[in-house]
């Protein structure tokens, strides 16, 4: 069974700039999220899908952060335009459904802002 | 007060040592999880348990739910075992993942 995919690995961009990162969760899994990991810390959610449904974006900025799952399949999450603080690693996870199933994560995208 | 709780925060032990890492919470949940990350790696999904016990292979993870405690084991430590050991819960009123800090394990062989 394949993973979770995500790509690109890395990106290194200038601040201000836009950046776009794309998930494909494990087929069949209904509910997909979007984590930040600053070096350091813990996964912190910014937004959670239910097929093509948002459930939670409350930590998600909003000005400058957005995430859509048009066919509730894969997923992409912009930032337009970056900040220094974004720099961090990009976690997307999915799992088979919302009831405090395991989730399965993806590699993730290290993304550096300069 | 942070709703999980991980202690150690770091620890470095000798191979062949047995591993103790503790997560206590202080939310309802449905779930509690272990998750391990190695560095620049991404994050993989040790248990996912809501009583008693489980083990796989090495690791063994425990829960007792009236204490809100949760222990994982790892028996005959390998420095491969070297990792970011992180416990999270799932709430049982909209089963989102709250997060531990994590536990930096280092194991020298």
């Known amino acids: 069974e394949a993973g979770v995919a995500q790509s690109p690995r890395y990106k290194i961009i200038e601040k201000r700039q836009s950046v776009a990162f794309w998930c494909n969760p494990i087929?069949?899994?209904?509910?997909l999220y979007w984590y930040q990991q600053i070096l350091g810390q813990g996964p912190k959610l910014l937004i959670q899908?239910?097929?093509?449904?948002?459930?939670?974006d409350s930590q998600l900025p909003k000005d400058r952060f957005s995430a859509e799952r048009l066919k509730g399949v894969d997923s992409t999450l912009k930032i337009q335009p970056a900040k220094l603080e974004d720099s961090a690693v990009y976690l997307c996870?999915?799992?088979?459904?919302?009831?405090?199933?395991?989730?399965?994560f993806g590699p993730g995208t290290r993304l550096t802002v300069l | 007060k942070n709703e999980v709780e991980q202690s150690p925060q770091n620890l470095t032990a000798q191979e062949g040592e047995f591993i103790t890492i503790n997560c206590s919470y202080s939310?309802?949940?449905?779930?509690l999880h272990w998750l391990q990350q190695h560095p620049g790696g991404g994050i993989v999904s040790l248990f996912m348990?809501?009583?008693?016990?489980k083990k796989h292979g090495r690791l063994i993870a425990t829960i007792n739910i009236q204490e809100k405690h949760s222990s994982l084991h790892i028996t005959a430590s390998h420095p491969r075992d070297s990792a970011v050991y992180i416990c999270?819960?799932?709430?049982?009123?909209?089963?989102?993942?709250?997060w531990g800090a994590g536990t930096k394990l280092i194991i020298k062989p």
């Open positions: 999270a819960v799932s709430l049982d009123s909209n089963y989102q993942l709250i």
């Open positions: 996870a999915s799992s088979f459904s919302l009831a405090g199933n395991e989730q399965f």
């Open positions: 348990l809501s009583s008693g016990k």
């Open positions: 939310v309802g949940i449905s779930a």
């Open positions: 087929s069949g899994h209904a509910t």
């Open positions: 899908f239910q097929n093509n449904g948002v459930v939670d």
